[in-house]
């Protein structure tokens, strides 16, 4: 699987409409949805969890996230395109956001945004940057 294919499949759902739980590609999706959409689509194994809190605050992401048969932990600094990104809202990780790869040297991501309303594509400016904590690989990209 190569990177352009992550993004790619990510970036076809630009718009999509969010929803908390939502699952259903080009109808409603939530960041976890977004996620699962892409494993779905790329053959990726994954556990897709269901009754999360909308903002969870107590651990809950970052255990599933770890627990994911299709993905590894890496250094933030080693982050790319096709990368999966956990972040804070206002507590420790609530969100997550695939990077976008880079444009004009700036990094980008998309992600199902509650506040955009929908799945958007922007850049990863410095009040995204300062959210951000850890990040995922998946297993088997071609780096």
Known sequence: MKRSEIVALAMAQQRTPFRHQGRV?????????LYIHICSELGIEHIDTEGYARQP????LERELDRQPGLEKISLNEA???????MRISRAPQHIAIHAGFIDG???IIHSSEEAGYVCHHRLD????HRLLMAYRFKGVDV
Do not use: K
């Open 25 to 33: 590609p080009g109808l409603v999706l939530d960041c976890v949805g």
């Open 57 to 60: 605050y107590d651990g809950t």
């Open 80 to 86: 790319q395109a096709g990368d999966v990104l956990a």
């Open 106 to 108: 700036h990094p980008y």
């Open 126 to 129: 410095s009040t995204w940057r």
